[in-house]
């Protein structure tokens, strides 16, 4: 095959692969065709920006450069904008999203335990949301929590219907992966997916306690909103699912092999929520 047909449409490493040739011959080769002023670093770091931004597609110019230095290249934040820029790989707007809360119920509500708390550790707060994934012909409902501290999400659901046992299932998988104490808040909006007694119930069961954020303010939740955005960004606006067995694929891939995994969090200084994890147990 002819390398420099498809330099401008994939990665060194499949380029390498089916042409047979290392990457230190492929740098070789196409050094020897840039003009001068471009050396092989920068052929090389706007290779490693290309093959970042197609396994992070929602990633901005520092997640780039953070990710960069973890590849062991140098690059300042500035250069890494000017190259994205300059070769249309910067972000795209966000859309909208509509509200899959409904507070208009006769349950219990309880209130706002953490409207100045700071976690310090994990497993001291779990924040909570539901939001809407549109497949091809209908929606389906996705309802995911958090740990505050770490950012991981630690339970998940994906269904067709926007009931209780769409944030039920999420929660008893968060019981399941997290070895917890009495003392842990569980903090949500009003609406009736939460405030039921099957949900609260289960919470008290396990020694959690209940907090919900005032009526209308999505701003009480900011940890599990930017999860949403990110997943929405990065995800599920890049995507087309034919039907729930898809989106349950995909997402769960995203969720689990991408963000929790890999994809790097400026609140954690830039490491992904399982390395932060990992890094606390080493410390203690």
Not at 19 to 33: D, H, L, P, Q, V
Not at 83 to 95: A, C, H, S
Request: glycine share 4%.
């Amino acid at each position: 095959m002819q390398i420099d047909e498809y330099s401008d449409r994939l990665p060194i490493n499949r380029m390498c692969e089916l042409s047979g040739a290392s990457r230190t011959a492929f740098y070789s080769w196409i050094s020897s065709k840039y003009v001068a002023g471009k050396d092989l670093h920068d052929i090389t770091l706007l290779e490693q920006i290309k093959e970042i931004v197609l396994e992070f597609s929602g990633y901005g110019y520092r997640r780039v450069t953070a990710e960069i230095g973890r590849r062991n290249l140098q690059a300042n934040h500035k250069k890494v904008l000017h190259i994205m820029r300059e070769n249309n790989l910067t972000l795209k707007k966000k859309r909208h999203r509509f509200s899959t809360t409904n507070s208009n119920h006769g349950f219990t509500t309880y209130p706002n335990l953490v409207k100045h708390l700071t976690p310090l550790r994990i497993n001291q707060l779990w924040v909570s949301d539901i939001t809407y994934i549109h497949l091809k012909y209908e929606f389906a409902y996705l309802a995911a929590i958090l740990d505050a501290f770490s950012r991981k999400v630690v339970g998940w659901s994906l269904k067709e219907s926007l009931d209780h046992e769409l944030t039920l299932s999420a929660l008893r998988m968060a019981l399941v992966r997290r070895d917890i104490a009495p003392g842990l808040i569980h903090h949500s909006d009003r609406g009736v997916q939460y405030a039921c007694g099957e949900y609260t119930d289960l919470l008290k069961k396990n020694g959690i306690l209940i907090s919900m954020a005032a009526a209308g303010n999505p701003y009480e939740n900011a940890q599990v909103e930017s999860f949403i955005a990110t997943l929405k960004r990065e995800e599920v606006y890049l995507s087309q699912y034919d039907d729930i067995s898809e989106a349950l694929l995909r997402i769960g891939h995203f969720i689990e092999d991408v963000y929790n995994t890999k994809r790097l969090h400026s609140s954690l200084g830039y490491l992904p929520p399982a390395e932060f994890e990992r890094d606390l147990v080493t410390i203690n």
